[in-house]
């Protein structure tokens, strides 16, 4: 079913109960009112937000206060199949990974876990402990940003493939060169085992059929192409991918809850906060191996990456 914007709601009881969704921008973003979120949800409060996320790529909610580690993994339980918290960040919880700045800050333009073959589904993140300024994250909409190319450019990305590597902490990036123990013992443990993955540049959308652009940091190099040519046609991709038409930002508060679709969205955290503490928490959900616009699926080159995620074959809209 879709959800669409409700009208306000006077009654206080049925404000709570009912799922109300609030459109934040015209390519990207909602906001979802009037839900406790609980591992209890109603099927319907439950296809409301599974829906909303299709539609809006990313979704928030405010006032979670409530949610603790248990009952966010609960919740996560009724969207899709929770993976473990990290292919190679094994040494800080197996259901929830710390987003911690004090191992760094993942202030770059990327997508989650695109190293391995099964990328991710969504990730549902939940604020824990914010700084007094800054630290909103943004996210950008793959299909938004594929709908917009000029037609020659269609073309291309629709023929090209990328090598993805975890040759880099995410959580440490170009910005923030300056390491500390923390964030270099948390880099050594990301890169601790290798993981090379082959994509495709546009791949289909598993329950929408949309195309949508994958791209971000974790693309060493396009396949076929030299380093030059790829980090050429890196940049003329990925800056189309992020133009701020296609983007919405969040500024976090206590208790909200953010769920990205990770299959058609990059995202950015801004390190905008000096050196006061953001902690969030992340649980992520297991995803399909992407496929081509023409049918290929994507080809895992080095690491196993069975031991993190099942792979999850979602249902298409046209067989729901």
Known sequence: MTATLATPITDSVAAQDVPTVVKLGAHIGARIDGVQLSGALDAHTVETIQEALRTHKVIFFRGQDHLTDDEQYAFAQLLGSPTTAHPTVTSRGTQI?????????????????TFVDRIPKASILRAIDLPDYGGTTTWASGV????????????????????HTNVYDYAATSVERISNEKTAEYRAEFQSTYFETQHPVVRVHPETGERTLLLGHFVKSFVGLTSAQSQALFQVLQHHAISLEYTTRWSWQPGDVAIWDNRATQHYAVADYDDQHRRLHRITLAGDIPVSVHGEKSRSIAGDASDYSVIDEPVRASER
């Not at 990974?97 to 876990?113: E, F, M, R």
């Not at 938004?144 to 090598?163: F, G, H, Q, R, V």
């Open 97 to 113: 990974l710390p987003i911690d700045s004090d191992y760094g800050k993942a202030n770059s333009w990327h997508t989650d876990v």
């Open 144 to 163: 938004a940003a594929y709908n917009a190319l000029p037609e020659p450019l269609k073309i291309l990305a629709d023929n090209l493939w990328a090598t």
